[in-house]
């Protein structure tokens, strides 16, 4: 059975869902034999680039069942449907069902989850043009229907987008800037500092590694890595300013993966993978405060998206293994849960890193 087949070759973006899913049930079909679907080479998986990049603080659900979601879209500048996006809504018997999103534009990609409002209940989806420097959103209903689009803030030449988050705890997502100059520092999109605040400069050598909440305080707060092998945050504070904290020194052969709370206390946690194996620094007020182990991901394992898939408060590992779609649900230390959900054509990014 191609259960890797579904979405490939004859997608066209409009499709009624029933077409989509006609061909066989492969998308429902949790009996897949892991292990073959694991590619043959024995190297080390490529980390998707830092969650920093995507990861915020929202429940990533635009169809409000309380279960990330996952988005997906052809950018592949050769294929036909190149642009076409949809998402994978994560059901309560963790399955996936599909749904249209949009079309994105030749030069647009897809940044991630946040709210375009802070009355949203569920997530819009941000997407940002970089021949324009312009951000903006596809506004969502609450079954995860793109219904409009809103726009953030088409930024200067010399900066450039890093991330999305809610800086300043007003439940509306802000955006995570560097300027060519190495200025960081935040575009809040509402509230009393509205626009660009700076919070430090920093020379080549300091790298973001992740964006979260990091002392649980809700204003999500900024992970960064120095060449000489130490972590820590930047904690933002009520007043638009950044305090540092100390994490921990990267073992060798570590690697930050993302952020996301693995021991469901509200507090976001760093993800740490060495080869196939990942475990997270445990995090209080913006220190490492010790060690879970979370477990082995499977050969090629890319970890694409970190969020809560079972809404039991604690953040899970989702994956992609080839063209294999599944997520790690975390149950606790050294206790992973693997979910199948379907595989998807090369031609589909689903790792918001990419995409
Ligand atoms: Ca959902
Ligand atoms: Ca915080
Ligand atoms: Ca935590
Ligand atoms: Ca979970």
């Not at 793109?146 to 997502?173: E, I, P, R, S, Y």
């Not at 995090?283 to 969020?307: D, H, P």
């Not at 898939?309 to 649900?329: E, M, P, S, T, Y």
Request: net charge negative; charged share 20%; with cysteine.
């Amino acid at each position: 059975m191609m259960v890797d087949e579904i979405y490939s070759g004859s997608f066209s973006a409009y499709k009624a869902e029933e077409e989509l899913l006609s061909s066989d049930n492969s998308i429902l079909d949790t009996t897949v034999d892991w292990e073959s679907l694991a590619p043959v080479e024995e190297e080390a998986p490529a980390l998707a680039k830092p969650a920093a990049v995507v990861r915020v603080s929202t429940d990533q659900d635009i169809d409000s069942n309380g279960l990330a979601d996952i988005i997906m879209a052809i950018t592949k500048s050769t294929h036909p449907n190149r642009g076409s996006a949809g998402a994978w809504l994560i059901q309560e018997n963790q399955t996936a069902k599909w749904g249209n999103l949009s079309t994105l534009n030749a030069t647009s990609k897809i940044m991630g989850f946040g709210k375009t409002s802070s009355s949203k209940a569920v997530d819009d989806i941000y997407v940002y043009d970089a021949a324009t420097n312009n951000l903006g959103a596809w506004v969502t209903d609450e079954n995860g229907k793109v219904t409009g689009w809103k726009n953030v803030n088409k930024f200067n030449d010399n900066m450039n987008v890093l991330g999305l988050g809610d800086f300043n705890a007003d439940g509306q997502t802000d955006v995570l800037l560097m300027s060519d100059y190495g200025d960081l520092g935040v575009w809040f999109t509402s509230g009393a500092k509205t626009g660009w605040k700076r919070f430090q400069s920093l020379g080549k050598e300091w790298h973001i590694a992740a964006i979260g909440d990091f002392n649980g305080d809700g204003r999500d707060d900024v992970a960064l890595t120095h060449d000489a092998g130490f972590a820590g945050c930047y904690i933002t504070q009520a007043d638009g300013t950044v305090k540092w904290t100390n994490l921990d020194n990267i073992k060798s052969g570590q690697k930050i993966a993302g952020a996301g709370d693995f021991n469901g206390d509200g507090v976001d946690d760093i993800l740490l993978q060495q080869g196939n194996y990942c475990g997270a620094w445990i995090v209080e007020n913006g220190n490492a405060k010790g060690w879970m182990g979370l477990g082995s991901l499977g050969n090629g394992a890319v970890v694409e998206q970190i969020g809560d898939f079972n809404g039991d408060g604690v953040d899970d590992l989702r994956l992609r293994v080839d063209k294999a779609i599944g997520v790690q649900l975390v149950k606790g230390a050294d206790k992973l849960e693997w979910h199948y959900y379907g595989s998807v054509g090369s031609e589909w990014s689903t790792s918001l890193a990419s995409l």
